[in-house]
């Protein structure tokens, strides 16, 4: 399974980004996929989660300012990320299950760093 997430980048605060993954390697759409983070000197958090019925849940420092959909069809997971701060700041991840837990799988990161 690989997992390749892509639309980071430097953005001020208060304005938004998208990120983009794309999973492959499994022949069905995941049950879940999601997004963690990892800011400086800290561990990696998830953030949000979508099942494939698009049930999606959110950790609270995010909630009602990112939003979390998929593709199932292309093993796709996107998060739009809105009125962002500085505290926001981190490498973020993808991640699907494997077939034993969510998060089974992480991908590589992409880096979004909110700053005037």
């Known amino acids: 399974v690989q997992l390749q997430a892509s639309g980071g980048g430097l953005v001020q605060p208060g304005g938004s980004l998208r990120l983009s993954c794309q999973g492959s390697?499994?022949?069905?759409?995941?049950?879940?996929m999601g997004w963690g983070r990892q800011a400086p000197g800290k561990q990696r958090v998830l953030i949000a989660q979508i099942a494939a019925n698009g049930t999606a849940k959110y950790a609270d420092s995010v909630r009602g300012r990112f939003t979390i959909t998929r593709v199932n069809a292309e093993n796709t997971v996107y998060l739009q990320l809105n009125s962002l701060k500085p505290e926001d700041t981190a490498v973020y991840y993808c991640a699907a299950n494997s077939p034993d837990v969510f998060p089974g799988y992480w991908g590589l990161g992409t880096l979004v760093t909110v700053s005037s």
């Open positions: 390697g499994s022949t069905i759409p995941f049950a879940f």
